[in-house]
């Protein structure tokens, strides 16, 4: 074995002085390569990232203008039971028929939603949908001929209505608020 190590000693010390340079050949070929799959990564990574961001941006401005629209309603809700005597049923028309596009909207949006959300969030839905559920059957019911129909009785009715409806969305642009605030404590 002495032998062989003195008879082929300077190959074995030309292997040593080499190995570096095979080290770094072998590392700026495979360097690259991880690089670039590393960089596709956190490309995908991104893309995924911002797409979410997307939807949640997207379902929150929804709900925004959906419960911007109810305060809107509540307010002409508020208007004519104050003064019922002066009631013009095609303002509230009016309003509720932005109501019902603007839920519809949202309906859309939620398909979305239910890819990405967590069980928490998806859970506040919920109250939405039963407030929204229970608000258009009220409306739905005084509806006649496509024209809503209201006494007073009615209008403290959709205002309770429209008040739950509200105070349901309030509670999930709320966790939506808290869920993109940079300066979390």
Do not use: C
Request: net charge neutral.
């Amino acid at each position: 074995m002495m032998n062989i190590l003195h008879e082929y000693k300077d190959v074995i010390i030309e292997i040593f002085k080499t190995t570096p340079a095979w080290i770094a050949l072998i590392i700026s070929i495979i360097s690259p390569i991880l690089n670039k799959k590393l960089e596709i990564e956190n490309k995908k990574v991104t893309f995924l990232f911002s797409k979410r961001l997307d939807i949640f941006e997207n379902h929150f401005r929804k709900l925004y203008e959906f419960r911007n629209i109810v305060i809107n309603l509540v307010a002409v809700l508020l208007y004519h039971y104050e003064h019922h005597e002066y009631t013009n049923v095609d303002d509230i028309n009016a309003v509720e028929e932005q109501l019902q596009k603007a839920w519809n909207e949202i309906r859309l949006n939620e398909a979305s939603l239910w890819l990405i959300a967590d069980s928490e969030l998806l859970k506040l839905k919920e109250p939405i949908l039963d407030s929204a559920k229970g608000f258009f059957q009220k409306t739905s019911s005084l509806s006649q001929n496509g024209i809503l129909r209201l006494n007073k009785q009615d209008l403290e009715e959709l205002i309770y209505l429209a008040k739950s409806l509200q105070n349901s969305i309030g509670k999930i642009l709320e966790t939506y608020r808290e869920m993109f605030s940079i300066n979390k404590k």
